[in-house]
């Protein structure tokens, strides 16, 4: 990893520091995050991957998914693990109007509260692409929203980036505290599946905890 980018990703979390980018903590702890879901079949088997280690995550879904899928939302409630607001539609902020961009999030915070057969209220929510505009972050924040970003990228998401490569993301960066990303959806399964096996195994030999964000 280059000097220029740590220093670079240093300079925006620095100017960006009401955004979470990670969690402190002295213990050996990380939070696995998944975006883009729910998918069929290939949320159903990220949910047995965790299940296999004991691990928790927590899933930021785009509210369209959760309305065509909604069982499939519902398990992962049932498994224990968290459910972030990941917009209605997936949209990017930095190409959206700041109303546009609200109301988004206002639906994905509907659809969240109707589809879950337990009452639930996220507060979580991470900004598609990671592209937010300043406005937009401050009046979710004012509505209590944290927003949620990483410090951790696998890039499962890149067809340019090898399932190798995508491993040696997450394993040579994480650190106690860590938000790492992965994205349960079809374009990033070819990676994905090969490095969340990987991943979990590791943490577990390393003895981590893997939970919710809370």
């Known amino acids: ?81 968290a459910i972030g607001n990941h917009t209605f539609n997936h949209v990017k902020g930095w190409k959206t109007s700041t109303i546009t961009y609200l109301n988004e999030v206002d639906a994905c915070d509907k659809i969240i509260r109707k589809t879950a057969i337990n009452s639930l209220e996220s507060l979580l929510f991470r900004p598609p692409y990671g592209k937010i505009k300043p406005s937009q972050a401050t009046l979710l924040r004012k509505k ?29 960066n994480l650190e106690p505290g860590s938000l790492i990303v992965f994205h349960d959806s079809v374009k990033a399964f070819p990676n994905l599946e090969y490095c969340l096996p990987k991943t979990l195994a590791f943490l577990a030999e390393k003895g981590y905890k893997m939970n919710v964000i809370d």
Not at 42 to 71: M, R
Not at 153 to 170: A, F, G, R, W
């Open 1 to 81: 990893m280059s000097a220029l980018w740590i220093k670079t990703n240093w300079l925006i979390k620095t100017i960006f520091s009401n955004y979470v980018w990670r969690i402190p903590t002295r213990e050996k702890i990380v939070y696995l995050t998944f975006d883009d879901g729910p998918t069929p079949e290939i949320t159903d088997w990220v949910l047995n991957q965790l299940q296999q280690h004991q691990a928790k995550a927590t899933f930021f879904c785009i509210g369209n998914n959760i309305e065509k899928y909604p069982s499939i939302f519902n398990r992962i409630l049932a498994n224990g693990h």
């Open 144 to 172: 209590g929203f944290r927003i949620m970003m990483w410090d951790v990228l696998s890039k499962d998401y890149d067809t340019s980036v090898s399932k190798e490569k995508c491993l040696q993301n997450v394993l040579d």
